[in-house]
């Protein structure tokens, strides 16, 4: 086990009718405020309605900005920046899924900052400073309601890229898995990729001795795999709702990864998928993490692959190859299971693109920890997802 | 599930060579603290030189109070409250195990509070105000490290109650593994099963649909399953004793009991039974454990016993009685293992005591929510362990 820091700050709020903790959380921390969301469907939960009444009540000055979309824009985030300087708001509100708490961490960190917030993304500046942040989660997936974690994507440079600061985490979040009854049944799937998605990212590890966090990990994949598809048949199975809500949020707020190395080749890879294609990142997700295992499973010393395979699919065999293979053959059924696609190529992808998005890959930084990946690497997981 | 409220904000630096964060969480919150210490250990480890080396290099004022004991008592509480209001003392630094961390919560609870401190533990008075506290952890077992509960033994009343608040979680804490490699056997056995019962008590609960919490609470069983029996065969192995020390934290930071009504009737039997005999708490929960356990999964319609005996035992069987009776021996023989005596009779307490120490138990407040027990039920059980 390595040594670690841990900090996870953000108080969270979870449960049926836990959204009036607005009223303490938001009065003692400003009065004039952004209010950021997204396509609309607050308005069709009635989130809207009550936070407006909220803020109303407590004499909060707001300014909404609206229209944020999946894969989140860095004119969006320059967009809040600006309304905050021009009406001088103090705190920023989040009301949305990943898409829309991502965009408000970018425009609180780029608020007190003088030069450009695409800075933060490429390595540039650090943050040193922010708004304070406060969500209401509406789209089981990211994590990003826990974490200090953001990842814009820039349409001029067609780069997705993350920022990551403890600075960043939500002083609040509201957790009410009710809001996630009308998320569509893709968007539902895709977040269930994600969570699962995430957990692999730092299961899959160099770091010796990580006993406890690996069985934690496991825990949190079980969920996935019991709740992801009774969330599908039954949206509004408040339960299957809550598990994948609260597991969400366990699996990247740090839990995981403290006292480990984590690897986010597969992560770093679909980032740049997602910024050619604007294809949901749980959906990339999906097609390329059975490409990234079955590339770097083939050299694992420590057996991870194994205990991944048995633990989680219940896989016994002598023979290690064949154990690992149907460890990931189980994977790819999961997500076929939940109507995910398996190839890059049905996504929107162009086989003329890949060599120039491994290439792209590599140069925005070190790729993979688990194994680290140069470009040829890159390129040929590309292919073999394609 | 049902609703809760995430706080966590103790910040933990984990790992070898961590003291050295004093210097930066000290200083900022104040000129003029108190130290508290237990037997004299943290000399042996260096402890108390390199603390008294950074609060001299800072410029901080301090006074010592050591010589706190297992089952800290309310009259070192006092004597602590006394030297911070003679010397106007403005932050609480521990350093030792659950006992004097829990002390350090009390005294710094006690401090604004004009009344006697033993009112937050009769519920007479409520937590609203505290001087900060930091640890540094050389036991691992209470997670006291990380929560907001203390508990202290009235001498004079022969009680042993606590207190819970969020107020009462330290600024952070500071565990570092390798301070407790000096951990004698038994206490480092007592730590484990004290560990192990706090998993118990929040894994034995009757809400339904925790599904997350109880595949995170198996975890942290397999940690202390496999890595308790490591720390005694081989003290200074480090991956063992950090395995046992971040699960001891995890186990008992509310992580396990978010969202779920919790138990700890054996944790209120074994209270009054370290009261009466001062025998260290660990092996109280190793005798009262498995009686509770055979007294209580007699009415069991959800199947928790079930459960526990499959998932944490392995074991499997078409007889529910047998299976559940199967778990309970494996619990104890793990204590046995362990070099925990199971039996009352052992350790001090005398078969006419038992009536009495039922009766006062059940004063002192509710008993278990798994199972409601009355007078007659903890008379039982204790009958049963002796």
């Not at 900090?7 to 607005?22: E, P, Q």
């Not at 199975?237 to 480990?260: E, V």
Request: glycine share 8%; hydrophobic share 40%; proline share 4%.
């Amino acid at each position: 086990m390595e040594n670690f820091t841990y900090a996870i700050s953000t108080r969270v709020y979870f449960g049926r009718d836990t959204l009036h903790n607005l009223e303490f959380e938001i009065p003692k921390r400003a009065s004039r405020i952004l209010f950021v969301y997204g396509s609309g469907s607050i308005k069709r939960l009635g989130v809207y309605e009550e936070v407006t009444a909220i803020l109303k009540t407590h004499h909060i000055q707001y300014q909404e900005l609206s229209g944020v979309q999946p894969n989140p824009r860095l004119d969006t985030v320059k967009e809040g920046i600006r309304l905050c300087r021009d009406h001088d708001l103090r705190f920023v509100l989040a009301a949305g899924g990943g898409s829309v708490i991502d965009s408000v961490k970018a425009i609180a960190a780029g608020v007190p900052y003088k030069g450009d917030p695409w800075d933060f993304f490429t390595g540039n500046a650090q943050v040193h400073n922010t708004l304070p942040i406060g969500t209401v989660l509406t789209v089981a997936g990211t994590g990003s309601e826990m974490n200090g974690n953001a990842v814009i994507t820039n349409t001029t440079s067609q780069q997705k890229l993350a920022v990551r600061s403890d600075l960043l985490r939500p002083q609040f979040s509201i957790l009410d898995p009710s809001f996630t009854f009308t998320v569509p049944r893709e968007q539902t799937a895709a977040g269930v990729v994600d969570i699962f998605s995430h957990i692999l990212e730092q299961y899959f590890s160099p770091t010796p001795d990580t006993y406890v966090q690996d069985r934690i990990s496991e825990s949190l994949l079980y969920t996935c795999m019991k709740y992801g598809p009774i969330a599908l048949r039954e949206p509004n199975n408040y339960n299957a709702r809550a598990q994948l809500m609260w597991t969400s949020s366990l699996a990247l707020n740090g839990l995981l990864t403290y006292g480990k190395i984590t690897d986010w080749a597969t992560h770093a890879i679909e980032h740049k998928v997602s910024a050619v294609t604007d294809v949901t990142h749980g959906i990339g997700l999906a097609i390329l993490t059975p490409a990234w295992m079955e590339y770097v499973s083939k050299d694992d010393p420590a057996g991870r692959f194994i205990d991944y395979a048995q633990h989680i699919w219940g896989i016994d065999g002598r023979k290690k190859e064949a154990v690992v293979k149907k460890g990931i053959e189980k994977t790819k059924a999961f997500f076929a299971s939940l109507g995910m696609p398996s190839r890059l190529k049905d996504v929107g992808v162009q086989e003329s693109q890949l060599r120039d998005m491994a290439a792209s890959i590599v140069a925005s930084g070190d790729v993979g920890k688990f194994r680290r990946l140069n470009e040829d690497n890159v390129y040929t997981i590309l292919k073999n997802a394609y």
